[in-house]
């Protein structure tokens, strides 16, 4: 069970999240994702990606120090559905706590894209039955996203992470 939920973590934050099944999967709660304060708003440049497990090396059993990585593909995300594949996701994580209740993992990520890529870094609790929600500080980028700062919030549930990226102009 614990593995379990740890393989949820690496989804996204992959990352890669960082879920869901077919036909309820991607209804993502509106408190999982806020809106930004209204002096931010019309500055931020706001991405909503999705982010689909492929592979990832998370130990069967968790224990502190464990380290794992994913690879995830990624999505735009629009109406609640994912839309064009935009590229792909890799995270590495690291358990900083780890307990019969559930695991911390602190986690970077990079999203890579046609134009340019994204990088991320941040923490997640996951204790009890998900989804799984956290927020990345947004560490740098590549192209068109060269010297990207700003945060991500991050919803994970299953092999699904949906993230909303708002980049500071």
């Not at 990606?49 to 464990?66: C, I, N, Q």
């Not at 994913?70 to 590229?87: D, M, N, Q, R, S």
């Not at 998900?130 to 996203?145: E, L, R, S």
Request: net charge negative; hydrophobic share 40%.
């Amino acid at each position: 069970m614990l593995r379990s939920r740890a393989r949820q973590l690496s989804a996204v934050v992959t990352t890669a999240a960082m879920a869901v099944a077919a036909t309820g999967a991607l209804a993502f709660t509106a408190q999982a994702a806020p809106t930004p304060l209204p002096e931010t708003a019309a500055k931020a440049k706001v991405l909503n990606w999705l982010a689909h497990k492929h592979s990832d090396t998370m130990p069967r059993s968790v224990r502190e120090g464990a380290d794992w990585t994913v690879y995830a593909h990624l999505y735009e995300f629009k109406t609640g559905k994912p839309g064009k594949k935009i590229g792909d996701a890799t995270t590495h994580c690291s358990a900083v706590e780890a307990t019969p209740q559930g695991v911390v993992a602190q986690c970077q990520s990079v999203l890579r894209t046609d134009q340019g890529s994204i990088t991320m870094s941040g923490s997640m609790d996951m204790f009890g039955p998900g989804p799984y929600g956290g927020d990345a500080a947004v560490t740098g980028g590549t192209g068109t996203y060269a010297e990207a700062e700003g945060q991500a919030e991050i919803v994970i549930d299953d092999d699904y992470a949906k993230l909303r990226i708002s980049l500071d102009d």
